[in-house]
């Protein structure tokens, strides 16, 4: 069945070439094809494993645990005002199928690049096998092939797009998506609590479908790390991302007081960040937070992107509890102006976000 990207129109260029067969040519010959160089990276200044800097840790255990919740909520708002990124620890995402799951997305990468083919992206499609937003010949390229699917509702799936091989991925992703589901169902309500507006007025903006899609990004070493790009910087065009990190290399980056923040992976833990929408929601108090991907010299990096976004029938405003207090700091647009306007700036390199803003108040991070 169609999902409900078929109904946006968007026009990419074909880029067949995988930049996991990019990798292993240059290992060879050592020459970096210009496409992926980035000049902008060496004007970058990075800062590591300073203890000022790391991610405020949110315990899911302690949300749900009425002796503890109260202070654990204002520690997760404070995130979301601060940073718009949190690791989550405790999430209750089964283990085993945790476990599962990351076998699956590791054992997919490993096919045969014919094998991956049979999910390609088709032209101008989104969802499948390749490379995202290839628009012009010009245009640089990330060093990551990824795989891209609609998740929820189940009913919109395109499963002609989800690999067969190996065998259990199917089902691995299902169950993976419902529980992916039900955390972020829970962190809206918990979000919604410290913003003083009703429970469920967070989790409305997303209903009836609450639609899911899963970016999975594999990010081949590069013998030369410094001149490439796993992901341009962006931020998420959705209501929350949740981030697992397939295997343990390093690569996230957020920009922090101007600055590139590399985020230390926490064993376990999910990855959360606040994406457009949200911010957009909360008037401005969560923040929608600008992030990259870079990529290591002597290792591969796998991770799996879930994000929760609006439902096209929607409408994308601040909430109207929120107003009440204070006036509307971005338009409201309906959700189809809202994607189309979202991935028309992201292919020229602008933020959305900026134009849906009201009058000169910068409310940003
Ligand atoms: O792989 C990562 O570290 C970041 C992924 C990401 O930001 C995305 O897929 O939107
Ligand atoms: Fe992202």
Known sequence: MASGFDKLKVEFIDQDESVQVVAETIR????????????????????????????????????????????????LGSACEDWGFFQLVNHGVDGELLRQIKDDITEFFRLPL?????????????????????????????WVDLLFLSTRPVEDRSTDFWPTKPPTFRDSLDKYSLEIANVSAKLFMFMAINLGVDEEALLAAFKPEQPQSVRINHYPRCSQADKVLGLSPHTDGVGMTLLLQVNDAQGLQIRKDGRWFAVKNLPGALVVNVGDVLEILTNGKYKSIEHRAVINPDRD???????????????????????????????????????KGYFAAKLEGRR?????????VNVSG
Do not use: W
Not at 352 to 360: D, R, V
């Open 28 to 75: 060879s010959s050592g020459e970096i094809p210009d496409r992926y160089i980035r000049p902008e990276m060496e004007a970058d200044s990075v800062i590591i494993d300073t203890d000022d800097y790391n991610l405020p840790v949110i315990d899911m255990s302690r949300l749900i645990n009425p002796e503890f919740s109260e202070e654990e909520i204002a520690k």
């Open 114 to 142: 014919q094998e991956k083919m049979s999910v390609a992206i088709p032209p101008n499609g989104l969802q499948g096998f390749g490379h995202h937003f290839v628009f012009s010949k010009e245009q640089k390229l990330d």
């Open 301 to 339: 990096r796998i991770t799996l992107a879930a994000f929760q976004s609006v439902p096209l029938s929607c409408t994308v405003g601040p909430l109207q509890e929120l107003l009440m207090k204070g006036e509307a700091r971005y338009k409201t647009v309906d959700g189809v102006e809202f994607t």
């Open 352 to 360: 959305y976000l900026e134009s849906l803003k009201l009058g000169s």
